[in-house]
């Protein structure tokens, strides 16, 4: 009724290095062609609007340039420029780091820019006129620091 299996018939036979077929051989050869990264396909198209986000703290400043949908291309930070300690959270560095920033995006063509400011730091004006002084158009200035309104909620009173 049922024939007893025997090693032989029930293992696959391994395959060998000299008898490989052409169709593994192509899959090898496709996985040894060179892909490109995401930088270079993004590369090639082009944004003429995006939007620049500027975060400004006490102790750094970061930026980053996205699209109007929210893709991020590209971002820099005074940090990232070798700014290191107190001098990250300087107006030059700001300058220096917005500099950096539209070298990074130069190949998206982006040409105007709507901009969101952030925090309380000394680099906000800085940022804004060096990308200014990137040859941007900008449309808005936005600021988005946040605002605290009436506080955290009270302690409960104490019991006696």
């Not at 049922?2 to 032989?8: G, L, S």
């Not at 991020?72 to 005074?78: E, I, R, Y």
């Not at 700014?83 to 920033?101: N, V």
Request: net charge positive.
């Amino acid at each position: 009724m049922t024939e007893p299996k025997t090693p032989a018939s029930s293992e696959a036979p391994a395959p060998s290095a000299k008898s490989a077929s052409p169709a593994t051989v192509k899959a090898e050869e496709g996985k040894t062609a060179k892909k490109k990264t995401a930088a270079e396909k993004k590369g090639r198209r082009a944004v003429p609007e995006a939007n620049i986000f500027i975060t400004a703290s006490y102790n750094n400043t970061i930026m980053s340039v996205a699209e109007p949908n929210g893709n991020v291309l590209a971002w820099a930070s005074a940090g990232g420029c070798g700014f290191k300690g107190t001098r990250k959270s300087t107006p030059y560095a700001a300058t220096i780091t917005a500099e950096k920033l539209m070298e990074k995006a130069s190949p998206f063509g982006i040409e105007r820019v709507k901009i969101f400011v952030k925090g309380v730091g000394t680099g906000r004006e800085q940022a804004i006129r060096g990308l200014q002084a990137a040859g941007l158009e900008l449309k808005a200035i936005f600021d988005t620091t946040p605002v605290p309104h009436n506080g955290c909620r009270k302690k409960k009173a104490r019991r006696n």
